[in-house]
């Protein structure tokens, strides 16, 4: 038995990025590691420069998700204008990108994936001692420094994501009840169309969530390593999904 800070994920929608190829942008089913340490570096105000507190979060934080919706795809056709590369000029903030010469102006055409209506609730643990506290990190949710989203900016929370700490198994964590989102637990079921069955996804070791039969692992690309050339590493993630009673 550990300490956990649990706190849940809902949005109209929600983007969770995964390798993109040309003008694609995929959208993973459950909030990816880089996501949630991006949510909790936001409600701690780190700022996208400050390299050093951000490889302290990412190297202290483990990350374990329960996926009660991942909601259902919606796909936007998307185009945007971008200046072209000039490395002599940087650009702090996108009226400022528009604002080069028309001529030097490119259209980019590409294909954004969303998650819509999905529901999560995540369990985040400290795998070290460090200048971060569970403590701290629940304070920073409940009055966040910068604004958390879901992903992408366009993405924003729908309802409060009721940090709690508590000491219990991590499936026990992940098996925490909130407050319900309209007037009770069951609108919030059939609203969302939740069914029983419920996905968890946790790194650490395959017996962390308990001995059950089933447990499947693999590798996602989802470890930040370096914002500048937006570089991540693979990461062992272990996959569990049950039917709830």
């Known amino acids: ?10 949005g109209p929608m929600a983007s969770w ?10 959208s993973g089913l459950t909030p990816s590691r880089s996501a949630v340490l991006g949510l909790l570096g936001a409600a701690l105000g780190i700022k996208r420069d400050d390299v050093s507190r951000l490889d302290a979060l990412r190297a202290e934080v483990g ?10 795809l919606m796909r936007d056709y998307h185009t945007a204008q971008v200046p ?3 490395r002599k000029r940087t650009f702090y903030s996108r009226k400022d990108e528009l604002s080069v010469e028309k001529e030097k102006l490119n259209t980019v055409l590409s294909s954004r ?10 369990a985040v643990w400290l795998w070290q001692e460090s200048e971060f506290t569970l403590d701290m990190l629940e304070a920073a949710l409940k009055k966040p420094a910068f604004t958390p989203y879901l992903g992408r900016k366009a993405c924003p929370l729908a309802v409060p994501v009721t940090p709690r700490l508590v000491a219990f198994e991590l499936k026990e964590a992940l098996d925490t009840s909130f407050p319900p989102i309209l007037f009770s637990h069951e609108q919030d079921r059939r609203w969302l169309g939740l069914g029983n069955t419920v ?20 590798q996602v690309w989802d470890e930040p390593i370096s914002r500048e050339p937006w570089q991540f590493s693979a990461r062992q993630v272990h996959q569990l999904t049950l039917v709830e009673e």
């Not at 038995?1 to 809902?10: C, G, I, K, S």
């Not at 990350?63 to 259902?72: L, P, Q």
């Open 199 to 218: 996905t968890y996804l946790w790194q650490g070791t395959a017996d962390d969530l308990g001995e059950y039969e089933g447990v499947q692992s693999c």
């Open 84 to 86: 072209s590369q000039d």
């Open 17 to 26: 990025g995964e390798a993109a190829v040309g003008g694609d942008r995929p």
């Open 1 to 10: 038995m550990m300490q956990y800070l649990v706190f849940r994920l809902y």
């Open 63 to 72: 990350i374990a998700v329960k996926a009660y919706s991942c909601g259902s």
């Open 113 to 122: 994936d969303y998650r819509s209506d999905g529901y999560w609730v995540v």
